[in-house]
């Protein structure tokens, strides 16, 4: 995606602990290379098993690319996603989609993983 960076960090005695050394040198990397006039929105949350505020943002961010980059509006994009990542069924010929707010970190998973598929089948760089 364009301009965004996700990092998983853990938290010790008060300090961010970087998994890996990779990891803190993408984010000094990322934080170098933007423009001073740079304005940037950050989504902090803690993981459970429930799902995290990043995992919804970044879900909503790539619903939102793939909407402007292939024509189609956010809530066509997001019923896709959902289906894609088989969070709806079918019962008396009625459609029925887990809300993402309802979704376990699994089922965000999934549902990231069905927007970067839906991404490379139609061109849209979403890793």
Do not use: W
Not at 8 to 23: H, N, R, T, Y
Not at 35 to 41: C, F, Q
């Amino acid at each position: 995606m364009k301009d965004n960076i996700f990092i998983k960090l853990s938290v010790k005695d008060g300090e961010l602990i970087f998994p890996m050394k990779a990891q803190e040198t993408k984010l000094n990397t990322f934080l170098k290379n933007l423009p001073d006039d740079a304005k940037l929105e950050m989504f902090i949350g803690v993981t459970t098993d429930k799902g995290s505020n990043p995992q919804l943002a970044r879900i909503h961010a790539m619903i939102r690319q793939l909407a402007n980059d292939i024509g189609y509006t956010f809530e066509e994009i997001k019923l896709q996603v959902k289906r894609t990542a088989g969070l709806c069924f079918t019962r008396n010929n009625t459609e029925y989609c887990k809300s993402f707010a309802d979704c376990d970190k699994d089922d965000l998973n999934l549902a990231i993983q069905a927007c970067i598929e839906i991404g490379d089948f139609s061109g849209v760089q979403l890793r």
